[in-house]
């Protein structure tokens, strides 16, 4: 436990500074930086054709990620297609098959990095390297991107311009992503993880047997993989490997890496929103002078205790479910299996199967509950050994998809449970629903509804498809509960884009392969673009006075609200189906 909690400690440290950095990033403003990026970013703008003043709207800056995506995909696929060539492919890998290839392309570009291939023996260097890495820096961008331009609209500075899509991409990339990756590229590479573009090595092991050692560009791939929240290893068995995850320093440094900057994202919520509301509140002050001091710092204290607290409650509630999930997965692991206990294993240690000695129980939870609850899917231990319960919190937690979440996606799946909490908290006093100032009427309850059951619907759908079809039944190779819960675990990682899984199915055919494909589609973009538009309806209201029945959304027992909120949904749409997978075999287990 003290492990933990000195590990939460040291990242509530960092994350502060992080987030005042990203702040003056999303905010355009001046950051200590911008003497030597702003000569690359207007490089970038020259060579692209983009014009850095221009804004958009919030159906253009869509199209434009849209597009910009789409691109990708294509080149993508067709490098995938071709990876046999003699070019940076020192191993000899052959072509990737298709369906996979379409698998693989919508993965990494929708910042899932599901893989349903190893990637020592199904990637050349080239596509590691021009698909692989260049997608997670292209996908995490591009998430964060569409929060930004989200956090404008609720901000509501301007009716129609939420900013530009390629200045964000291009600014986060060189700012945020690009230093904080090659300086933590370099601290992986000090504690072991290999960096170099040579062929692999083969060693006679004590036992007598030849081993297949990988290389490669392995450092690279490892910090974008978690500073972007996308996941996907180099090795099939991902970060629990000593190549990409050698030591207990460098699993910490992964850690803090996929946990930073999705913290950051609503600590710049908050400061942005902050920001117009002081800019408010200070023209109303103007206004009535002769009521309220003229005091410059009566005016600033004034607006920071009122209007500083808004990314806090949305940490908070985010940073409740991430400690109720981490407790039980620790407690669950903690008790170990049963089943070897009666025939007399001892179970002190608790349950260590799957688990890495070096890492331990603490820290595989740890990592764990971290890498679903900010959907990276990244892994140190096997999720597929952990006991049901303990594997029921990160499937749960891909199911909210609120816990941080992946970059800037957690944060805008829970404004959109804000919403919903303060509309249900409306209806109880019978006032029209208000939040950051405005009203919350028919279209943004209608689109928040539809965007909130979108995630439900693509697991819950795809599940079913599953377990009812021929082809969905061939790749399940575990039986009873256990075997549910695989699948569910699969299509909740897709929907998330997150990544990580069970890894107890077959599921590299073409039926797991374009199912999953389409989920991880369709639970990326058709998200983004109803957030976007939920931004670009409010952003165009105008301001309405407080009152003695507004419903402040800056207070802790909001953030109870909005906890007790998502809890009832995920109970009213995925308890009955968790009923029947991982509680099932729990207390059959314990039985």
């Not at 000195?6 to 502060?16: A, E, G, S």
């Not at 957690?410 to 950051?436: D, H, K, S």
């Amino acid at each position: 436990m003290l492990q933990i909690l000195f590990t939460i400690l040291i990242y509530l440290i960092l994350v502060i500074p992080v987030g005042s950095y990203v702040y003056h990033i999303a905010a355009g403003k001046h950051t200590f930086a911008d003497p030597v990026f702003n000569h690359i970013d207007s490089a970038i703008y020259k060579i692209g054709g983009v014009n850095s003043n221009n804004g958009m709207n919030w159906k253009k800056y869509a199209l434009s990620l849209l597009m910009t995506n789409g691109v990708m995909i294509f080149l993508g696929y067709i490098i995938l297609r071709i990876q046999s060539i003699d070019f940076f492919n020192p191993n000899g890998i052959e072509a990737m098959e298709e369906s996979l290839s379409f698998n693989t392309i919508i993965s990494f570009m929708t910042n899932t990095n599901l893989q349903h291939y190893s990637g020592e023996s199904g990637l050349s260097y080239l596509s590691q390297m021009l698909v692989i890495i260049f997608m997670m820096f292209v996908s995490a961008a591009s998430g964060y991107a569409a929060c930004i331009a989200f956090i404008r609209g609720l901000a509501g500075k301007s009716k129609d311009n939420v900013g530009n899509f390629f200045v964000d991409l291009v600014r986060i990339t060189t700012r945020v992503l690009l230093p904080i990756s090659i300086i933590g590229g370099l601290l992986l590479v000090w504690q072991g993880v290999p960096q170099n573009l040579s062929e692999n090595v083969v060693v006679d092991t004590i036992e007598g047997t030849k081993q297949v050692i990988a290389q490669g560009p392995v450092a690279a791939l490892e910090i974008i993989k978690h500073l972007g929240t996308n996941g996907g290893g180099f090795l099939g068995a991902n970060s629990s490997t000593p190549i990409e995850n050698p030591t207990i320093i460098s699993d910490l440094i992964e850690l803090y890496s996929m946990m930073l900057l999705p913290g950051a994202c609503v600590i710049t919520f908050g400061k942005m929103v902050r920001d117009r509301k002081q800019s408010k509140l200070v023209e109303d002050i103007g206004k009535t002078e002769n009521m309220i001091s003229k005091s410059r710092k009566t005016r600033k204290s004034l607006t920071v205790w009122m209007y500083g607290r808004e990314g806090r409650s949305i940490f908070a509630a985010m940073g409740i479910i991430f400690l109720i999930g981490l407790s039980v997965c620790f407690w669950a692991e903690t008790q170990g299996n049963p089943a070897l206990a009666h025939i007399g294993l001892s179970q002190s240690m608790g349950s260590m199967e799957g688990k890495e000695v070096r890492f331990g129980i603490a820290q595989s939870v740890m990592f764990t509950t971290t890498t679903t609850s900010f959907t990276t899917g990244t892994i140190n231990n096997m999720h597929d050994t952990l006991t049901p319960l303990g594997g029921m919190i990160p499937m749960l937690h891909m199911m909210l998809n609120v816990v941080f979440g992946g970059k800037g996606v957690g944060l805008m799946n829970m404004i959109m449970y804000a919403i919903l909490a303060v509309f249900i908290c409306g209806l109880m006093i019978g006032r029209t629903p208000e939040y950051l100032g405005k009203k919350i009427e028919g279209r943004e309850m209608k689109l928040t509804a539809l965007c909130i059951i979108i995630h439900p619907l693509l697991i819950l759908g795809f599940s079913a498809l599953a377990v009812g079809t021929q082809a969905g039944m061939e790749g399940i190779t575990n039986p009873g509960f256990h075997g549910l819960s695989q699948v569910l675990y699969e299509y909740a990682s897709s929907a998330a884009n997150n990544g990580s899984g069970f890894e107890g199915l077959a599921d590299n055919t073409l039926f797991w392969n374009i199912t999953t494909g389409l989920a991880m589609f369709f639970g990326r973009y058709i998200s983004i673009v109803i957030q976007l538009a939920i931004a670009g309806s409010l952003m165009k209201k105008r301001f309405v006075n407080e009152s003695t029945g507004t419903l402040h959304t800056d207070t802790f027992s909001f953030a109870i609200i909005l906890v007790f909120v998502v809890y009832i949904f995920a109970a009213l749409t995925f308890f009955p189906v968790l009923a029947l997978g991982p509680i099932a075999e729990h207390l059959t287990l314990w039985a």
